[in-house]
């Protein structure tokens, strides 16, 4: 199984910044997409960031200019750089990954889709 671990989270005045991380473990043969989420109380989940395996990226309106995704494939590892922080990002983060795992069985290794989320980190901006 592959288990994504979130890190970076926390409380910081408007105009501040964080750096959060995600890192991948498990038997992974490949990662295709990784992303960030978010999700405030009472509010739908909603796609931040993602980068793929090329490098393309795609950010939400809210996080244009202000947030930079990037990622270290080798590493298994993605991280989401937020400068200018707004009340309004106070959210729940969460970490996701699509990408090929490995099944191994007593007669051979098998490959299988997976698609992973992290268990979240939450920031606050608050003055």
């Known amino acids: 199984q592959v288990h994504l671990v979130e890190s970076g989270g926390g409380l910081v005045q408007p105009g501040g910044s964080l750096r959060l991380s995600c890192s991948a473990s498990?038997?992974?043969?490949?990662?295709?997409?990784m992303g960030w989420y978010r999700q405030a109380p009472g509010k739908q989940r909603e796609l931040v960031a993602r980068i793929t395996s090329g490098g393309s990226t795609n950010y939400a309106d809210s996080a244009k200019g202000r947030f930079t995704i990037s990622g270290d494939n080798a590493k298994k590892t993605v991280y989401l750089q937020m400068n200018g922080l707004k009340p309004e990002d106070t959210a729940a983060y969460y970490c996701?990954?699509?990408?090929?795992?490995?099944?191994?069985?007593?007669?051979?290794?098998?490959?299988?889709?997976?698609?992973?989320w992290g268990q979240g980190t939450q920031v606050t901006v608050s003055s």
């Open positions: 498990g038997s992974i043969a490949s990662i295709n997409v």
């Open positions: 996701n990954m699509e990408g090929t795992d490995l099944r191994r069985t007593i007669y051979y290794i098998a490959s299988r889709n997976f698609n992973s």
